[in-house]
């Protein structure tokens, strides 16, 4: 694990990346298009002139990354000057940066107070794998489910995060990583498909995407906006819990791929690894993931499926997936379970996640074994939990050592 320095001059690409305070004016990150249009507007930009004006404006916040109003070289030194007075285009500040021996980053973001409100403070993990890198990216600080497997099912709920905050994280990602375009783009130009360090979005992170459901939807339509993020919205998959009623809309109005965190086959079971359950039992679930608009095999719902040792891991809980599932185009994501200091769980035999696995895909199911990745910084599936929530620093070398905390 290497922890490094959230120096601001660190970041490759972007030279000098402003971090976002609670003095700075309001962000033009997250606003829709009309919205930067009556930004443009209020700035004194001629009605005649706000359409050609926020298409610049788009190019330069999402295909080319600016951090500074000065660098937007085609558009008007006093409009520039106007904007700069009026509006940020500051990040999150990255309160820490980790990477892990596997290549896997954590970032620690802060985003100021909102309102009344105090700091916050999430996480955000990039995975770099062959062909493609993926950002994992929170929706609340926070959680109300409290799954019982999950570390950040721990913490107090504090609030959903906005637009501008959930695009963040990408922007963050993409200024670390080098992944903006250098030089000249010109207007209109396509970010290439291939090539990107960050290709792929999971709203896996901290929070129920679905609970923040307007400000995750609008953030994902902006991400996957052509002219500017350019994300396919195949590449983006938005993992739920299981809220049944706005897994309709989120398949009509945001469109991209959908993930199931189901992890038990039976009620009385899930009940207890994933409450939300109580309400909305997997019978329910199951239909809405059988209606989601689009639903096809180019374009399947994932399974997720934590593998806790003997607790959901037999054979029969195998057969009685496939049953569950009969009929769904469906991917198993098989995930062996990442301990946290203080869990109850323990992962299952390696012998055993295969012998499930190879039931699974004998029904005609994919299903993978995820490997698990940013263990050492606490990065991996179910570990996310912000800093303002730190662990001791023995218990996370206890966790490293994997040895019970209290021994040694």
């Known amino acids: 694990m290497v922890l490094i320095a959230p120096s601001p001059a660190a970041a490759p690409a972007a030279g000098r990346v402003p971090a976002r305070n609670p003095n700075d004016p309001p962000s033009l990150i997250g606003l829709s298009r009309p919205q930067l249009g009556e930004a443009l507007l209020e700035a004194g930009v001629a009605e005649r002139q706000v359409r050609m004006r926020t298409a610049q404006l788009w190019n330069w916040l999402y295909l080319r990354g600016a951090t500074d109003f000065a660098a937007m070289g085609n558009i008007a030194k006093d409009l520039r000057e106007r904007l700069a007075d009026r509006f940020t285009l500051a990040r999150p500040e990255i309160v820490t940066e980790q990477v892990s021996s596997d290549g896997t980053r954590k970032?620690?973001?802060?985003?100021?107070?909102?309102?009344?409100?105090?700091a916050v403070e999430a996480e955000a993990v990039y995975i770099p794998e062959e062909g493609r890198g993926t950002l994992c990216v929170s929706s609340q600080v926070g959680c109300t489910l409290t799954c019982s497997f999950c570390h950040t099912g721990t913490q107090t709920m504090v609030r959903n995060l906005t637009v501008e905050e959930i695009l963040g994280q990408l922007l963050v990602a993409r200024d670390r990583l080098g992944d903006f375009p250098a030089g000249d783009v010109a207007p209109g130009a396509m970010v290439p498909s291939e090539g990107r360090k960050v290709s792929n979005i999971v709203m896996m992170g901290m929070g129920e995407p679905l609970y923040n459901f307007e400000n995750v939807r609008d953030?994902?339509?902006?991400a996957s906006d052509g002219d500017g993020l350019s994300l396919s919205k195949r590449r983006?998959?938005?993992?739920?819990?299981?809220?049944?009623?706005?897994?309709?809309?989120?398949?009509?109005?945001?469109?991209?791929?959908?993930?199931?965190?189901?992890?038990?086959?039976?009620?009385?079971?899930?009940?207890?690894?994933?409450?939300?359950?109580?309400?909305?039992?997997?019978?329910?679930?199951?239909?809405?993931?059988?209606?989601?608009?689009?639903?096809?095999?180019?374009?399947?719902?994932?399974?997720?499926?934590?593998?806790?040792?003997?607790?959901?891991d037999s054979l029969a809980d195998a057969r009685e997936l496939v049953r569950l599932l009969k009929g769904i185009p469906a991917k198993?994501?098989?995930?062996?379970?990442?301990?946290?200091?203080?869990?109850?769980?323990?992962?299952s035999d390696w012998e055993q996640i295969e012998r499930f696995a190879d039931l699974?895909?004998?029904?005609?199911?994919?299903?993978?074994?995820?490997?698990?990745?940013?263990?050492?910084?606490?990065?991996?599936?179910?570990?996310?939990?912000?800093?303002?929530?730190?662990?001791?620093?023995?218990?996370?070398?206890?966790?490293?050592?994997?040895?019970?905390?209290?021994?040694?």
Not at 219 to 222: D, R, T
Not at 335 to 344: A, C, K, L
Request: proline share 8%.
């Open 107 to 118: 970032w620690l973001l802060r985003f100021p107070p909102r309102g009344a409100g105090r």
């Open 219 to 222: 953030a994902l339509l902006i």
């Open 236 to 312: 983006i998959t938005l993992s739920t819990s299981g809220v049944v009623p706005m897994i309709p809309r989120a398949g009509a109005e945001i469109g991209t791929m959908l993930a199931i965190s189901l992890h038990a086959v039976r009620d009385e079971l899930r009940d207890v690894l994933v409450p939300i359950n109580k309400k909305y039992p997997i019978a329910e679930l199951l239909a809405a993931c059988r209606a989601y608009p689009g639903l096809n095999n180019a374009k399947r719902i994932t399974f997720e499926y934590v593998m806790l040792r003997d607790v959901n």
């Open 332 to 347: 198993i994501n098989l995930i062996p379970f990442n301990p946290w200091p203080g869990t109850g769980y323990e992962c």
């Open 360 to 408: 699974v895909n004998e029904a005609g199911y994919a299903s993978p074994i995820r490997t698990p990745r940013g263990r050492d910084i606490l990065a991996a599936c179910g570990q996310l939990k912000s800093e303002s929530e730190r662990l001791r620093a023995r218990e996370r070398l206890a966790l490293e050592a994997m040895i019970p905390v209290g021994e040694g």
